[in-house]
T-cell receptor, first 118, second 112 residues
Framework: AQSVTQLGSHVSVSEGALVLLRCNYS??????LFWYVQYPNQGLQLLLK??????LVKGINGFEAEFKKSETSFHLTKPSAHMSDAAEYFC????????????????FGKGTLLTVNP | DTGVSQDPRHKITKRGQNVTFRCDPI?????LYWYRQTLGQGPEFLTY????????KSRLLSDRFSAERPKGSFSTLEIQRTEQGDSAMYLC??????????FGPGTRLTVT
């Protein structure tokens, strides 16, 4: 079964600083990988996804993530943090089936709360 | 495209009562998912529909939980004889392709 580990339940950065949120996964087959963002009392919004195309994936709001198979990692980065980036971020994995599709069930990490200091 | 909607947004109930939540997916999305999120945790998969067929249920779904999706449109999640451990955010998501799920705002359940 797949699993996701997000290192650091809380990350604090200054406005304008680099954001780095870490995610490692375990999966028996090449996975699909996702980052979602959740603002207080709201649902999850998809930031970006990796579906076995380019290993460097660009998402919304200036975020990007790089799939590194050798490290089983999919870390999320943003060059310059903005106050509006303060939220909780979740990494998720979905295994591919033998036919190449997804088995549809997302397994999430425990989340990383990002705070941005002025 | 109005997004996934869920109703109610908040529900407070007494232990032992039954509750029902509704999810309206994005139109023409044939896949619908339910997740549960407890405080400090990521969402956990509960169940999945493709059209009106319920294709998988998690072991997290005890016999007190039931989900339906009549006619392959909206879905309901019912919890019977609620317990304090059922307090959580219940999230609904829909998709056309399995790997791109769009989430609703969630229903926060508090069992007193």
């Amino acid at each position: 079964a797949q699993s996701v580990t997000q290192l650091g339940s809380h990350v604090s950065v200054s406005e304008g600083a680099l954001v780095l949120l870490r995610c490692n996964y375990s999966s028996s087959v090449p996975p699909y990988l996702f980052w979602y963002v959740q603002y207080p009392n709201q649902g999850l919004q998809l930031l970006l996804k990796y579906t076995s195309a380019a290993t460097l994936v660009k998402g919304i709001n200036g975020f990007e993530a790089e799939f590194k198979k050798s490290e089983t990692s999919f870390h999320l980065t943003k060059p310059s943090a903005h106050m509006s980036d303060a939220a909780e971020y979740f990494c998720a994995v979905s295994d591919q089936t033998l036919s190449g599709g997804s088995n549809y069930k997302l397994t999430f990490g425990k989340g990383t709360l990002l705070t941005v200091n002025p | 495209d109005t997004g996934v909607s869920q109703d109610p947004r908040h529900k407070i109930t007494k232990r032992g009562q039954n509750v029902t939540f509704r999810c309206d997916p994005i139109s023409e999305h044939n896949r619908l998912y339910w997740y549960r999120q407890t405080l400090g945790q990521g969402p956990e998969f509960l169940t999945y529909f493709q059209n009106e067929a319920q294709l998988e249920k998690s072991r997290l779904l005890s016999d007190r939980f039931s989900a339906e999706r009549p006619k392959g449109s909206f879905s309901t999640l019912e919890i019977q004889r609620t317990e304090q451990g059922d307090s959580a955010m219940y999230l609904c998501a829909s998709s056309r392709k399995s790997y791109e799920q769009y989430f609703g705002p969630g229903t926060r359940l508090t069992v007193t």
